[in-house]
């Protein structure tokens, strides 16, 4: 059993404490995936999408929440795809072409082969 | 800090490279790669060595490595041959245990890393300059080449494989948010027992272990310098990506991403 805080808490707390607080994990030496922080970050705003949309805790939020809320999702695929498509269409157009690069290793790959050959390389 | 200049001129000194060349049909390329090497190394005065790792190549590397090995003299071209086609990942591994520098660069043996060329058009310094400097600068576990920063970029490269390449560099970017710009890269600096560490926890080939080899780097909290370099393709010999390299990238990315 461990402190925390002036708190004991049992194994079984605090390997739920772990799942809320993926920062405490880190800290206790155990190592969370990229699939699972992809997978906690998704179902947080699943939650609060359908905690807004459906209104479940009955806070009775104005009717504009729950119609701006509803088709949240999409919209955020849609933009992600958006900005995917254009951050990798920006970044192909940009990538440089290294003419200089290749002319240059042309020439010496010239001057290595006659350089060998005369050192008496064989090819 | 005042008197910074001295202790780095006797570390310069102390200090030698080790290069390891795993060849797989390399008999054009690797006199080539060689001979560039050693001019680079004699004219900037550092210690080094270069070790040739050749899988029995079925068109003479070998051969032409002994051949090397008369010309620049043994303690400078180290040949570690192995019986068979063994995968990059073990070849690194055999080559290190042989390996006597306290640094080591890792780079393709098939020209597409030309390291005499001056990248950056304001200092004109060979990449591997560029790659020594930037370590000594931050004193960094490992120095990357990237292709996607700054001046890096690729020669001989169409539309579509810039599109696939980029594609798959923005995936890999999302999903697993390393601290390189260039995963699949293969032109590096490491120190040597930083090398070694990451090698023994690498379990994957060709492409996926470079990417690997980084993520590991994270988890193990080493530090990581970026130079940009360009990438020009291989002039000899066949080119191994094709279909069958991309479902390999793709099943190497999964797997990281559940794994790490
Ligand atoms: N020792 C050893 N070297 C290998 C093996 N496979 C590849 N190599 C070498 O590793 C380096 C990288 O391999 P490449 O074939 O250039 O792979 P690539 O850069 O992904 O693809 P291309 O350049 O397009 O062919 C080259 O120097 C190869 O000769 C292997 O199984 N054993
Ligand atoms: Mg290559």
């Known amino acids: 059993e461990k402190t925390v805080g002036g708190l004991m808490y049992g194994k079984r707390l605090s390997s739920l404490l772990q799942v809320v607080f993926p920062g405490e994990l880190a800290a206790e030496g155990v190592i969370m995936t990229k699939l699972m922080q992809w997978l906690f970050g998704v179902s947080l705003l699943a939650v609060v999408w359908a905690l807004t949309a459906y209104d479940l805790l009955d806070l009775n939020l104005p009717q504009t929440y729950r119609d701006v809320a509803w088709p949240m999702p999409a919209y955020l695929l849609v933009s992600f795809g958006c900005y995917s498509l254009a951050v990798i269409g920006y970044r192909v157009a940009t990538f440089n072409d290294c003419e200089e690069a290749s002319r240059e290793l042309r020439m010496h790959i010239k001057e290595a082969r006659e350089d060998l050959r005369k050192k008496g390389l064989r090819f | ?260």
């Open chain 2, 1 to 260: 800090m005042t008197s910074r200049t001295t202790p780095q001129q006797s570390r310069d000194s102390r200090d030698k490279y080790t290069v390891l060349l795993p060849t797989y049909n390399e008999r054009e390329n690797l006199p080539l790669i060689v001979w560039l090497l050693v001019k680079y190394f004699n004219k900037s005065g550092y210690d080094y060595e270069i070790i040739v790792i050749d899988d029995a190549s079925p068109d003479g590397t070998l051969d032409v490595a002994k051949q090397l090995q008369e010309i620049y003299g043994k303690d400078k071209v180290v040949l570690r041959p192995r019986a068979s086609k063994l995968g990059l990942g073990t070849a690194y591994l055999h080559g290190i245990k042989q390996a006597t520098g306290n640094f080591i660069f890792i780079m393709d043996a098939d020209l597409s890393h030309h390291v005499m060329h001056p990248c950056c058009m304001s200092n004109h310094k060979p990449y591997l300059s560029l790659l020594i400097r930037k370590q000594k600068e931050g004193n960094y576990d490992l120095v990357s080449g990237t292709r996607y920063r700054g001046s890096g970029g690729v020669y001989g490269w169409d539309l579509r494989r810039k599109l696939i390449s980029r594609g798959a560099n923005f995936l890999t970017q999302t999903l697993l948010r390393p601290n390189a710009s260039d995963l699949t890269g293969s032109f590096r600096l490491y120190k040597k027992e930083v090398l070694e560490t990451l090698v023994e926890k690498c379990m994957s080939k060709g492409y996926v272990f470079q990417m690997e080899i980084i993520i590991r780097a994270r988890q193990l909290k080493y530090t990581i310098g970026e130079v940009p370099i360009s990438f020009v393709d291989r002039v000899y010999g066949e080119s191994k990506l094709g279909g069958n390299e991309i479902v390999s990238f793709a099943k190497g990315l999964l797997l990281l991403f559940a794994t790490t």
